[in-house]
């Protein structure tokens, strides 16, 4: 895509600049709002149910839910977007039924706060640096959407404009913690979203309507762009048999339960006022995401039905292409400057869970008497190192979509069954949580390694392609393999490791009646 035939170029990067000096005024002014580590992760855990929803649901509204899930459906159809909107819709319904009110009524700050209450120091410190390594590949691809966004817009190398991109992101989110993300979020959340209502209603009509989309839908490789089933001779994105099946139920629980213990939407949740806030707020993201996340791949195969001969490494900017072949040039300005701030949000939301991690879960076991003042800069600091270090990442594995969901992968084969289980199973202890992490992971690398051969004959020897799906396809034995070992270590470790209670971040047991998120709306609007 070249930018350079745009008459109009000019207007969107005055979007953007404007977009880029906003957010860094938002993150001084919400400096001032910021004086103790609460408020400066979790915002003082004070938000209202209009910003919490809106919070979570820009978060997610990433890079690769509006570049990388039209691309996508071009190719794939809705076969290629389970991973992302599907998966991240159900998990939102999930947190928000069975974990959300528990989380908020323990007032952890972190969603390793409950690891080290329930099973202890070392699976916190396994766990920590699980996300860690998670959060580093998620930013990455936000890093490198937005590269891709300042070359195709000025002409500068991908690598400088990832730099760029990643050094105003670290900027005000060093500044403003959670207050600055919350407010740009809602903000920026409006326009991305009005954004692409815009392009969706443009392309329709450039097609003639609905019914004509209905009928003339398409995408590259399968015969049925709608199915989000594995398809009768075709499979499930080119596998077919049990690996096409295994593929498909990664999809779903790659984001679906991959980010159920994940940091940033437990950041984001647990900031709420009340149980209410943080349960309804996480529902309200989960229907905001769900309406206007379905609309990238719906564009996606709308303009497979008008230009079918769009290459596969071509297809990450079709929303942009698509608003400057058919929204009138402000809007298009708008909306590309939208598209970079919402890759921001989920940049600096990934950054902060990060550096909150390290704060709140690992750097206690080295530093133990951390005042207040200490522990804020120390979140600070290691807000600039996790955005180096996802920089780097972005600058040796430059892909997005892909990148992104590799990086909830990790927490589904290692942390997804100690926590669900440590919420739901009174015998759940330190040993099988610690032997679960271990034996996914090993599980994971050996399942890997065995569906390789087979991927990369699919792939045509493509062997970054194979290896992709390769772990892909190898995290659902793997999560198997882990809750298998989770519930049996914790039987036989009974009583040298006795299970510990649910507790609060004071020590306190926790009431345990009415943990489901089953509470009346009218709550989460009472002081």
């Not at 989309?213 to 001779?233: D, K, R, T, Y």
């Not at 704060?359 to 080295?366: A, D, K, V």
Request: aromatic content about 14%; charged content about 10%.
């Amino acid at each position: 895509m070249d930018f350079g035939i745009y008459a109009h170029t000019s207007l969107v990067i005055v979007g953007i600049v404007i977009f880029f000096i906003i957010r860094l005024f938002v993150g001084y002014v919400a400096s001032r709002k910021v004086s103790t580590t609460a408020d400066y992760i979790v915002a003082g855990r004070r938000l209202p149910i209009w910003l919490t929803g809106a919070s979570i649901m820009a978060t997610w509204f990433a890079a690769e839910t509006l570049m990388g899930a039209s691309s996508s459906a071009y190719q794939w159809g809705f076969q290629g977007v389970v991973f992302d909107p599907f998966g991240s819709v159900l998990c939102l319904a999930l947190s928000g039924f069975f974990f959300i009110r528990v989380m908020r009524r323990a007032r952890y700050m972190t969603a390793m706060d409950f690891f080290e209450q329930r099973y202890g120091r070392v699976m916190t410190l396994l766990g920590s640096t699980a996300q860690l390594v998670a959060y580093f590949g998620w930013t990455a691809a936000q890093i490198v959407a937005g590269g891709n966004i300042v070359h195709v817009l000025l002409g500068w190398p991908v690598e400088v404009g990832m730099i760029f991109v990643a050094t105003v992101v670290t900027l005000y989110t060093t500044m403003g913690g959670l207050w600055a993300d919350t407010l740009l979020d809602f903000m920026q959340m409006f326009f991305s979203a009005g954004g692409i209502v815009l392009i969706f209603v443009a392309v329709l009509n450039q097609l003639g309507g609905w019914q004509v989309f209905a009928q003339s839908a398409g995408a590259l490789f399968v015969s049925e762009p709608f199915n989000i089933m594995p398809i009768a001779g075709e499979g499930y994105l080119g596998y077919t048999g049990h690996m096409g099946w295994a593929y498909w139920l990664a999809a779903w629980m790659a984001v679906g339960l991959g980010s159920l213990p994940a940091q940033d939407l437990m950041q984001r949740s647990m900031s709420g006022r009340n149980e209410a806030v943080a349960v309804h707020g996480t529902y309200l993201a989960g229907i905001l995401y769900g309406a206007f996340g379905i609309l990238s791949p719906l564009i996606g195969l709308a303009i497979f039905a008008l230009n079918p001969t769009v290459a596969p490494e071509q297809t990450e900017f079709l929303l942009v292409s698509a608003a400057i072949d058919y929204l009138p040039p402000l809007l298009t300005a708008l909306f590309v400057a939208a598209l970079a701030s919402a890759l921001m949000s989920t940049s600096d939301s990934s950054i902060l869970a990060g550096a909150s991690l390290v704060t709140e879960n690992i750097l206690p076991s080295f530093y133990p008497n951390l005042d207040e003042t200490r522990r804020l800069w120390w979140t600070r600091v290691m807000v600039v190192v996790i955005g180096t270090m996802s920089l780097l990442i972005a600058l040796f594995a430059a892909t997005i979509y892909k990148l992104a969901i590799f990086a909830w992968s990790i927490l589904l084969v290692g942390l997804v069954a100690p926590f669900t289980l440590g919420m739901y199973w009174r015998k759940a202890n330190r040993s099988g949580a610690i032997s679960a992490f271990i034996a996914g992971f090993v599980s994971w690398l050996i399942a890997m390694m065995g569906y390789y051969p087979t991927t990369l004959a699919t792939c045509a020897g493509d062997v970054e392609t194979a290896l992709w799906d390769a772990a892909y396809i190898g995290s659902v034995p793997a999560f198997l393999v882990s809750i298998v070992v989770m519930v049996m270590v914790s039987l036989v470790t009974q009583r040298r490791d006795p299970p510990r209670p649910l507790v609060d971040v004071d020590g306190t047991i926790l009431p345990l009646k009415d943990r489901l998120g089953v509470l009346p709306l009218e709550d989460a609007f009472k002081s």
